[in-house]
Nanobody, 128 residues
Framework: QVQLVESGGRLVQAGDSLRLSCAASGVTFSNYRMGWFRQAPGKEREFVSHISWSGVSTYYADSVKGRFTVSRDNSKNTLYLQMNTLKPDDTAIYYC?????????????????????WGQGTQVTVSS
């Protein structure tokens, strides 16, 4: 059974840094492309970042580019999101998603529907 578990979210102040983790089990982690999304109250889930199965390729939403860094450790079955210079607008529940890399490569990594599995999310709150 595939399981993704996010952790690391908490209340921080504007300008602080935070690192989120997403631990995967029940899958061969290196077979999955991974994404980070977030959802604020009353808003749709939005794309944050995507990383290829090898970790070589990374992509970011414009709103987090230069502040967030996605990485993965396939030996530990874990995905990370380093978030620096946090802003109140970053407040949301953060989710990780997994997409099997053997599926079609013709997909939009910024769409939630492109992912096969999701975690339960971790809350990040940034106070001003």
């Amino acid at each position: 059974q595939v399981q993704l578990v996010e952790s690391g979210g908490r209340l921080v102040q504007a300008g602080d840094s935070l690192r989120l983790s997403c631990a995967a089990s029940g899958v061969t982690f290196s077979n999955y492309r991974m994404g980070w999304f977030r959802q604020a109250p009353g808003k749709e889930r939005e794309f944050v970042s995507h990383i290829s199965w090898s970790g070589v390729s990374t992509y970011y939403a414009d709103s987090v580019k230069g502040r967030f860094t996605v990485s993965r450790d396939n030996s530990k079955n874990t995905l990370y999101l380093q978030m620096n210079t946090l802003k109140p607008d970053d407040t949301a529940i953060y989710y990780c998603g997994a997409r099997n890399r053997f599926r079609s490569t013709n997909y939009d990594y910024s769409l939630p529907g492109s992912y096969d599995y999701w975690g339960q999310g971790t809350q990040v709150t940034v106070s001003s």
